[in-house]
């Protein structure tokens, strides 16, 4: 399984970023898939989620300005991030994991991902 995640780089704040996640070589039969974020010292955090069922969940902090979307099951991942804030910089990471987890329970970190993607760093920036 690999995950790779592109799209990251400097904007400004109030700006916009689009982040894209491919997933190849998943072997299961369901696929729960999220976008998680961390800075250096502090843990990493659940921004949105997709579960297999479709849901689509976001943490507190993103609702409003962040948005995931995936045309159908397994193909990419998206996160169009807008009004973006200095305190949204961080490395932003692509999971999948096969656990029919729902996207709640994703986005409200009860679960983490069996697999990841090396990060995409975002800076939020005058």
């Known amino acids: 399984v690999q995950l790779v995640e592109s799209g990251g780089g400097l904007v400004q704040p109030g700006g916009s970023l689009r982040l894209s996640c491919v997933a190849t070589g998943w072997p299961y039969n369901s696929i729960s898939m999220a976008w998680f974020r961390q800075v250096p010292g502090k843990r990493r955090e659940a921004v949105a989620a997709?579960?297999?069922?479709?849901?689509?969940s976001y943490a507190d902090f993103v609702k409003g300005r962040f948005a995931v979307s995936q045309d159908n099951r397994r193909r990419p991942l998206y996160l169009q991030m807008d009004s973006l804030k200095p305190e949204d910089s961080a490395t932003y990471y692509c999971?999948?994991?096969?656990?029919?987890?729902?996207?709640?329970?994703?986005?409200?970190?009860?679960?983490?991902?069996?697999?990841w993607g090396k990060g995409v760093l975002v800076t939020v920036s005058p």
């Open positions: 999971g999948a994991d096969p656990s029919r987890y729902m996207s709640y329970a994703i986005a409200g970190n009860k679960h983490g991902m069996d697999y």
């Open positions: 997709v579960d297999d069922y479709g849901g689509i």
